[in-house]
């Protein structure tokens, strides 16, 4: 179960047709990618990655993102959500 953040709520509009990608990597981290129209046809996105708990280990939305298809911006999140999900690990870096 993910315990969705502020970002996440204050884009989500369950009214607006939506596409996603969601993907589980081998160390239990989740990606959420989501990618719709807005009432006046701009494409947004929305990016989540989700620790194997459930708790949100970051999340970002786009409202616009100008000259991308729907298609296109999943592709590119998806990617982005994979490299900001490597980057991140470990969770918690110790300074010496």
Do not use: N
């Not at 589980?24 to 009432?39: C, M, P």
């Amino acid at each position: 179960m993910r315990i969705r953040g502020d970002v996440f709520w204050d884009w989500a509009d369950p009214v607006l047709h939506h596409r996603s990608h969601g993907e589980k990597l081998d160390d239990g981290t989740s990606i959420d990618v989501q990618v719709r129209l807005s009432r006046v046809g701009q494409t947004q996105m929305f990016i989540g990655i989700y620790a194997g708990c459930g708790m949100a280990r970051h999340e970002e939305a786009f409202d616009s993102r100008p000259g991308e298809s729907m298609t296109r911006a999943l592709a590119w999140g998806v990617e982005r959500a994979r490299c900001l999900a490597i980057d991140q690990q470990p969770a918690v870096r110790q300074v010496a």
